[in-house]
């Protein structure tokens, strides 16, 4: 490692110099490419020259970070210099660190070197060091997060050791406090590989694949072979076949195609997964190439969110995410992979320090929020089948297809509105509000009480009509709202004061 | 966290199930918010009767369902300026008290929002060209989260500065980070 100089300012890892232009280069290989062929046909020679200036650039540009970036630790603040031209302080108070991240490409996994973001609770910024080495992100992580746990209102002074003995230099953070106390951490949750069963049903992968798929199509009509004729003349060869025999292959290869992608996206993304607890922090690692590692102090741990996709329910599946304040991208971290219901709600139990809100039974919203969920339910019924009564209508449509969307629709939304209405309700815990949403993919949203900001009471005029009213509890956790949908006002006015009485009984009404 | 944001408030009787209701607001806003909504109403009102209206003669031909549509959008727009201003002065009301802000606004939707002073992150007011006309002001109160903002709408200028000034007060004396 580097060794801090006398005002303590150190740099990053010095195997950065290797990394860092290999990082441009790679960014700046298709410009450069194209760069080349495109001069090199102009002229009509090759210029070994102009290829040395074209790489030298980006080597220079990548060595820059390192060359410019110094961070240092006073007694209270964390500060970053960074910058060639435009030079920038950046500063974070140890005592308002939340969140340190640790990622490692596979190129710095190869070099033990690990990118280090550091997250405040205040606003969303976060400070970022690419990189160091992996013991020093590790001590630095633990040193950031224990300061942050502590919030010492006036901390001891920290004296940077200038020391000249060889040992002193693997550990960068030496004070003359004490070290945080060692307990070792508790596991909340390891990856199992039984759960690869459900990587299939999970399909948040899909629309990055459908992405994919996209940007080929549009490739593809560049292509040589994909004009009209060639398409018709394909399409007479298909037809020529039996056609289901051609659709029911194109779906078995889709399917086929689709177990491989889901299965090794989630072994990329869940490798060697672990959750766990230490020093009053949680602490998530996973990743097969990139490994990444998410440590958010427990206290900013403000809810838990279960969700159960269509799909996925099907199998009894679930997702486990945290709703957490000051980490950045929205605070919703998901922190298991899809896996067994059981298993989400036993490690939700866990983080949240409460066994009821992810289990018991939600209280129902009555009959009024059922006919709501009814209603709503029937909306793409009574459009599709009016839209098709306009064209029997009108536009000389024969008289079936209003009549069967009606019959195949109707009893569909009735069935739908039944299900999102049982996944309605809410559930008041000594610490927790918990809200299950009206819809058919069912998610639970647990959020404690002192996570609680604030109230809105929201009526629209048809919710007016039925006595019933949205609560939503605001919150700077996860995506800052708890939204306890359809629930008769006098109960939603209730529960808000039940949960906040120091904000909510002095405006009661009279009795 | 949560020792800094209920320390110091009273220990509270939690309701009985009979008394599970808000009161109104103590305030209602300025009586020349009628006067502001009517007049930004009549201005969208134009605006939208002027851009159907523009639609309507560039057809090629008009059919009585077109006029009947057109007669109808300028209906609504109008009914909307007249009615609009004085159900909306009926509905929004506001008190700061000396721990919470407590709104109640809207006119066919209706929504009631508590913020409470300890949480509360920055107090702004702020004047529209209209607004300003008519000298009123309105105050936004915004807490830690996105979804929690609080708005007084169309307050006396005056009043609106005495408001902001007390409000800056109250929640400067209030430590932590309020998430």
New interface residues.
């Given amino acids: 490692m580097t060794r801090p100089d006398e005002d303590g300012w150190q740099r990053l890892d010095a195997r950065m110099l290797l990394i860092g232009p290999l990082d441009t280069l790679r960014q700046f290989a298709v410009p450069v490419v194209i760069a080349l062929v495109g001069i090199s046909s102009s002229r009509g020679t090759f210029d070994p020259g102009l290829l040395l200036i074209m790489l030298a650039v980006p080597v220079v540009l990548g060595l820059l970070p390192w060359l410019t970036t110094r961070y240092r630790i006073t007694d209270t603040q964390f500060q970053q210099r960074r910058g060639l031209l435009s030079r920038q302080q950046l500063t974070a108070p140890l005592d308002r660190v939340r969140s340190v991240d640790l990622e490692s490409s596979l190129l710095q996994r190869a070099l033990g070197l690990a990118k280090v973001k550091i997250g405040t609770g205040v606003d969303e910024t976060r400070i970022e060091l690419n990189a160091l080495s992996l013991a020093q992100a590790e001590e630095l992580r633990r040193f950031l997060l224990a300061r942050g746990a502590a919030a010492v209102p006036a901390p001891p002074p920290v004296v940077w050791t200038q020391s000249t003995d060889n040992q002193a230099s693997d550990v960068p953070f030496r004070n003359n406090r004490q070290p945080p106390p060692d307990d070792p951490p508790a596991v909340l949750a390891r990856i199992d590989w039984s759960w690869l069963r459900f990587a299939p049903f999970s399909l948040g992968r899909l629309a990055i694949v459908a992405g994919a798929v996209g940007v080929l199509a549009q490739w593809g009509e560049d292509l040589p072979f994909l004009d009209a004729e060639h398409i018709d003349a394909a399409w007479r060869w298909v037809t020529g076949f039996a056609l289901v025999l051609v659709v029911l292959a194109t779906l078995v290869v889709a399917l086929l195609a689709w177990l491989v992608i889901s299965v090794v996206g989630y072994v990329v993304q869940w490798w060697d997964l672990r959750l766990t607890r230490e020093h009053g922090t949680i602490r998530l690692a996973a990743g097969l190439l990139t490994t990444r590692s998410t440590s958010v102090e427990e206290a900013r741990v403000r809810g838990v969110e279960l969700v159960e996709p269509v799909l996925l329910r099907t199998v009894n599946g679930a997702e486990l995410s945290t709703l957490a304040t000051g980490v950045g991208e929205g605070g919703v971290t998901k922190v298991l992979p899809p896996c067994p219901r059981e298993v989400c709600q036993e490690v939700g139990q866990a983080i949240l320090g409460a066994p009821r809100p992810l289990v018991a039974a939600l209280v129902p919203h009555g009959p009024a929020a059922r006919r709501r969920a009814h209603v709503r339910a029937q909306r793409p019924a009574v459009v599709v089948t009016l839209g098709l009564l306009a064209a029997t209508g009108f536009a000389g449509w024969p008289w079936w297809p209003p009549v069967v969307a009606a019959l195949v629709l109707v009893p569909g939304g009735a069935a739908a509105g039944e299900v999102a209405y049982r996944n309605l309700g809410h559930l008041l815990t000594p610490a927790h509000l918990t809200s299950g949403d009206p819809a058919v993919q069912r998610r639970r949203q647990v959020l404690e009480r002192d996570g609680v900001i604030g109230w809105v009471i929201g009526q629209s005029l048809f919710q007016r009509r039925r006595g019933l009213a949205t609560l939503t509890a605001t919150t700077a956790a996860g995506k800052e709202r708890v939204a306890v949908r359809d629930l008769p006002l006098e109960q939603a006015v209730r529960l808000a004061a039940l949960v906040t009485p120091g904000a909510v009984v002095p405006f009661l009404a009279d009795p | 966290?949560?020792g800094e944001?209920?320390a110091g408030?009273?220990e509270?009787?939690?309701?009985?199930?009979?008394?599970?209701?808000?009161?109104e607001?103590a305030h209602q806003v300025d009586p020349r918010a009628v006067s502001l909504w009517r007049t930004t109403a009549l201005v969208e009102a134009a605006f939208v009767s002027g851009l159907a209206g523009v639609g309507y003669a560039l057809l090629p031909e008009r059919p009585w369902w077109a006029t009947l549509a057109l007669a109808l959008l300028v209906a609504a727009a109008l009914a909307r300026a007249v009615v609009m201003p004085v159900v909306r002065f009926r509905i929004h009301r506001w008190?700061v008290?000396g721990?919470?802000v407590?709104t109640r606004s809207g006119w066919?939707?209706?929504?009631?929002?508590?913020?409470?002073l300890s949480?509360v992150q920055t107090v702004d007011s702020h004047q529209g060209p209209i607004m300003r006309l008519y000298h009123l002001a309105t105050i936004t109160v915004t807490?830690?989260?996105?979804?929690?903002p609080?708005r007084i709408d169309c307050l006396d200028e005056a009043l609106a500065r005495r408001v902001v000034a007390d409000l800056t007060e109250i929640t400067g004396a209030t430590e932590g980070?309020?998430?």
């Avoid at chain 2, 509270?12 to 009161?23: E, F, I, M, N």
Wanted: glycine share 2%.
């Fill in positions: 966290m949560s944001t209920s408030l009273p509270v009787d939690v309701p009985a199930a009979d008394r599970a209701a808000l009161r607001p008190e008290t721990t919470a407590f066919l939707s209706r929504e009631q929002r508590i913020a409470p949480r807490t830690a989260s996105a979804a929690g609080v980070d309020a998430t």
